[in-house]
């Protein structure tokens, strides 16, 4: 059985940094493309960031860019995501998502619970 | 900018029979868009219901199909039930590897 756990989220400062990570299971880890979306608060999927399965190439969102980066340890079938320079707007549910091969196309087949992260004072 | 554009909602009567469709605000969406759907309830992860504009994704009921009408991505569900009541996103690849969201459309069953 596929699983994604996530961890790492909480309350966070405005300007703060947090580390996301995403603990998979019940695949071959090494073989797919993953990504993170995360859901502001009663809004919508926001895609924010993708690393193809050897981490060789890492992709991310406007929004992001520039202050997260994506990582991947195929020997521990873990996915992480550091958060630095946190804003309020950062604030949503985080969600680690597997890809259903190695492509960039938005084929998300599995993925995690969430988690919350909070930006604020 | 760029925006996916969906109905913010939508509704059908049980049984009936609902398509959603997925734009962009400026062009038109194809097959080279690779655009799919997800469905999601409150407080829970979306769930994965079709990819590659009409593929299926494993145990999703053929009652879901996906298509492109004109120059939107669709998902149409036929023989609604109670428990499609909930959000629809689309998303869309855009190149470069990065992907854009739909805002989502409610959808009731009433």
């Known amino acids: 059985e596929v699983q994604l756990v996530e961890s790492g989220g909480g309350l966070v400062q405005p300007g703060g940094s947090l580390r996301l990570s995403c603990a998979a299971s019940?695949?071959?880890?090494?073989?797919?493309?993953m990504a993170w979306v995360r859901q502001t608060p009663g809004k919508g999927l926001e895609w924010i960031s993708g690393?193809?399965?050897?981490?060789?190439?890492?992709v991310y969102a406007d929004s992001v860019r520039g202050r997260f980066t994506l990582s991947r340890d195929n020997s521990q079938k873990m996915l992480h995501l550091q958060m630095n320079s946190l804003r309020a707007e950062d604030t949503a549910v985080y969600y680690c998502?597997?890809?259903?091969?190695?492509?960039?196309?938005?084929?998300?087949?599995?993925w995690g619970q969430g988690i919350l992260v909070t930006v604020s004072s | 900018q760029t925006v996916v554009t969906q109905e913010p909602s939508f509704s059908v009567s049980p049984g009936g029979t609902v398509t959603l469709t997925c734009g962009l605000s400026?062009?038109?969406?194809?097959?080279?868009?690779?655009p799919s759907w997800y469905q999601q309830t409150p407080g829970q992860a979306p769930r994965a219901l079709i990819y590659r504009t009409n593929s299926r994704f494993s145990g999703v009921p053929d009652r879901f199909s996906g298509s492109i009408l004109g120059n939107k991505a669709a998902l149409t569900i036929t023989g609604a039930q109670a428990d499609d009541e909930c959000d629809y996103y689309c998303v869309l690849y855009m190149s470069s590897g990065i992907s854009l969201f739909g805002g989502g459309t409610k959808l009731t069953v009433l």
């Open positions: 998502a597997k890809k259903l091969g190695s492509s960039w196309y938005p084929e998300f087949d599995y």
């Open positions: 019940g695949f071959s880890f090494s073989t797919y493309a």
């Open positions: 690393i193809s399965y050897d981490g060789g190439t890492i």
């Open positions: 400026s062009g038109s969406v194809s097959s080279s868009y690779y």
